[in-house]
């Protein structure tokens, strides 16, 4: 089963303490691979934003995404944005920057993900799918792929 690891961190951006939910790949034959190599696993990255009416705790609660994060030996990166539909505001915290400026850095500092574009994947439901747009035009050279869920 994927492990889940659940950060509490002080976002430079957005001035406060934040949340994030992160799925790291877990299985015997990766873990059979760095005991007999010490070379560190890299994986592919899955960041995905959560909609409107729901918040980070979302895709843990409703849907499989450990048994996929599994499956597909990928890590999945969920933040918290409350409802900010992904943007800076101008008379309140600016998590369109956060997102883009220092969420993946901090992912890709202290976690085991690959940093090239190759390997980063954005993707989001509802106002998660409104964010994955904005983020994947913006920034084209940072994902290889998005997915943004109309619902």
């Known amino acids: 089963m994927a492990v889940y690891i659940h950060c509490n961190f002080n976002s430079e951006v957005l001035r406060m303490a934040t949340d994030v939910n992160i799925l790291i790949p877990d299985n015997d034959r990766v873990r059979q691979f760095r005991e007999k190599t010490n070379v560190p696993v890299k994986y592919q990255t899955l960041y995905l934003l959560h909609g409107f009416s729901c918040d980070y705790t979302y ?6 995404i450990e048994r996929y994060a599994d499956e597909h030996q990928i890590m999945v990166v969920m933040p918290s944005v409350y409802n900010s539909a ?19 850095d901090f992912v890709e500092r202290n976690f085991p993900a690959a940093t090239k574009r190759e390997n980063r994947f954005i993707a989001g439901m509802s106002m998660g799918g409104f964010g ?15 997915c943004p869920i109309a619902s």
């Not at 895709?59 to 499989?64: D, E, F, G, H, V």
């Open 86 to 104: 992904y943007t800076d505001m101008k008379y309140g915290l600016d998590y369109f920057s956060y997102l883009t400026e220092e969420l993946t």
């Open 59 to 64: 895709y843990l609660r409703k849907t499989n």
């Open 132 to 146: 994955t747009l904005k983020i994947a035009l913006r920034y084209p050279e940072r994902f290889l792929a998005a």
